[in-house]
Nanobody
Framework: QVRLMESGGGSVQAGGSLRISCTAS????????ITWFRQAPGKERQGVAG????????AVADPLKGRFAISRDDSKSTVYLQMDRLKPEDTAMYYC???????????????????WGQGTQVTVSS
């Protein structure tokens, strides 16, 4: 079983940048999807960006392309989410999740993920 821990959240002013981390431990880091989701108060959890650790294939949700990027450091079993030009509407709890298998289907469907971290809060002030 993969255990996930997010870190790096905090408060930032609009227009600023933040990088958050998801570190995986346990049985398997390679050949899993690690995907970032976020959830604002009163809203549904939404997909942000995902990466297949097997070869680094990745995707960012369309509305966030150009501002958000996903990357990895295999030596640290860590996947990063770089967030630039942040807006107040980016304020949310950010979670990372993992699932096995190489399929791209339903990348941002929460029910397809087996393991979740506890989340890290990102707050963007205007």
């Amino acid at each position: 079983q993969v255990r996930l821990m997010e870190s790096g959240g905090g408060s930032v002013q609009a227009g600023g940048s933040l990088r958050i981390s998801c570190t995986a431990s346990g049985d398997t880091y390679g050949n899993i999807w690690i995907t970032w989701f976020r959830q604002a108060p009163g809203k549904e959890r939404q997909g942000v960006a995902g990466m297949w650790t097997g070869n680094g294939d990745s995707a960012v949700a369309d509305p966030l392309k150009g501002r958000f990027a996903i990357s990895r450091d295999d030596s640290k079993s860590t996947v990063y989410l770089q967030m630039d030009r942040l807006k107040p509407e980016d304020t949310a709890m950010y979670y990372c999740a993992s699932r096995a298998g190489a399929r791209w289907n339903d990348l941002f469907k929460t029910t397809t993920y087996e393991n979740w971290g506890q989340g890290t809060q990102v707050t963007v002030s205007s």
